[in-house]
């Protein structure tokens, strides 16, 4: 039994096709949907599913009643986004029937611009990872390789795009969380700048970290999607006033004298895959060939910025995950207690997985007395020196260009017992998130053998500069084919 892919696949396509009633808006919801029934055995992208109101959207769109630069287009979103219908969870225990009251300004901003929204994606609980391994319900499979992780923690959203369930994804991105699953899944991934885009209604992790972006096949796709979910919110203390171009209008626009930064700090990193830096240095080679001037530049303070970002972003969660406690809302256990703290601690036990654990610990102990200056202060002296590296060399250079990740993806259970060998996955992508910076994941070439899988290279750029960003990246993607490469799935 074979199963058809989607009518059309990528949003502009999707977008375009509905508009000039080649389809219909329900047709491609129903193919999404009948794709996500024949594949989902095998994936595990999805925590819940809104077929119904899914096709209600659909049928609205058709009608004439619903319309936008989305208008019936089949899109999943994370599962820490939070929506009035259906559940929260977070991929956790701690959540698995919490139903949020309100919608995630980016849910808002979808569905005001005609998305058709089929269901929530897996993730890395709250999260926390970099495979999806962490997820309370299941672990989520690579389509290029179902023997393989599809990074994260926004893997199920990366995986849903990549096997064809969707037009487009949301996911968030705390050190990586888009980028790394768009390398290992073949997709372009988006990190806005913080502040860009609204995180009112994103279940938070690591608050001064956390930023919400665009999963899609094709530069044009986050471009469309960037478009839609940026803007100033004043829900949002820490979105930023600023105005939102358009990013398509200019997007085939080459950039007139451009500068690529390459930073000798990450060419020393030890345990890259020959063939990343091999894919890497030919689309080097390629800027080069475009016109582009490649310039030298140094980040000192790379070396510091796993250890910086594994002190901050736990002890934001600290913070964060104080409130889940089982009175207010969240797990509560039903073993017998005798007093509150023991309420709280069985009811944390049960409702956090190790991995949160983990990390609620290392925040605690940072913050604790005796212990607040030796590290988590200088855990933020990091991150000033970290972000004054990155002006420095964006005064030389447009973008930065490096690897997403250091190695393709691995196989489900090579790094679950070694905490440090995953969050050393994240090595190329934390310091962007710890500067606030922009920063694009897409593809740049394969692994030879008989099963192929996506390499990734990253474009940084200085805040606010998607834009410029986009520009460039689609400038090597109009040269390449790569995106063009689909997985080929069959059902179970």
Known sequence: MSISSLAFDTLLAARDAIRDRKISSVELTQQALARIEALEPRILAFNSLYADRALAQAKAVDEGERTGSLAGVPIAIKDNLCTRYGTTTCSSK??????????????????????????????????MGSSTENSAFKTT?????????????????????????????????TGGSIRQPAAL???????????????YGLVAFASSLDQI??????????????????????????????????????????????????????????GMDPQVKAAVDTAI???????????????????????????????????????????????????????????????????????VQRRIMIGTYALSSGYYDAYYVRALQAKTLIKRDFDQAFEKCDAILCPTTPTPAFKAGEKT????????????TVTCNIAGIAG?????????????????????????????????????????DWNTRRPKLEPV
């Not at 899944?185 to 806005?192: A, M």
């Not at 060998?421 to 190329?428: A, I, K, P, S, T």
């Not at 996506?454 to 200085?462: A, N």
């Open 285 to 355: 080679a390629l800027y080069k060939s475009m016109g582009a001037t490649i310039v030298d530049v140094s980040l000192p303070h790379t070396e510091y910025g796993i250890a910086a970002y594994y002190v901050i972003a736990p002890c934001e969660a600290s913070s964060n995950l104080a409130r889940y406690d089982g009175v207010h809302f969240g797990h509560r256990t039903k073993e017998p207690v005798e007093n509150i703290i023991e309420l709280f601690s069985k009811s944390r036990a049960e409702g956090f997985g190790e991995e």
């Open 141 to 173: 499979r690579n389509p290029w390789d179902t023997s393989r992780v599809p990074g994260g923690s926004s893997g199920g959203s990366a995986a849903a795009l990549a096997a064809g369930m969707c037009c487009a994804s949301l996911g968030s991105d």
């Open 94 to 127: 701690m959540l698995a029937n919490f139903r949020a009251p309100y919608d995630a300004t980016v849910v808002k901003m979808l569905e005001a611009a005609g998305a058709v929204i089929v269901g929530k994606t897996n993730l890395d609980e709250f999260a």
């Open 440 to 480: 694009l994941s897409m593809p740049c070439g394969f692994t030879n053998g008989d099963q192929p899988l996506p390499i990734g290279m990253q474009l940084l750029g200085p805040t606010f500069s998607e834009e410029k960003l986009l520009r460039i990246a689609r400038m090597y993607e109009s040269a390449t």
């Open 213 to 270: 972006g665009p999963f899609g096949w094709t530069v044009a796709d986050a471009a469309l999607l960037l478009n839609v979910i940026s803007g100033h919110d004043p829900k949002d203390s820490t979105s930023v006033p600023t105005a939102v171009p358009d990013y398509l209008a200019s997007l085939d626009q080459p950039v007139k004298g451009l500068r690529i930064g390459i930073a000798k700090e990450f060419e020393l990193t030890a």
């Open 185 to 199: 899944c073949g997709l372009v991934g988006l990190k806005p700048t913080y502040g860009r885009v609204s995180r």
């Open 417 to 428: 017992g070694d905490p440090l060998q995953m969050y050393l996955c994240d090595v190329f």
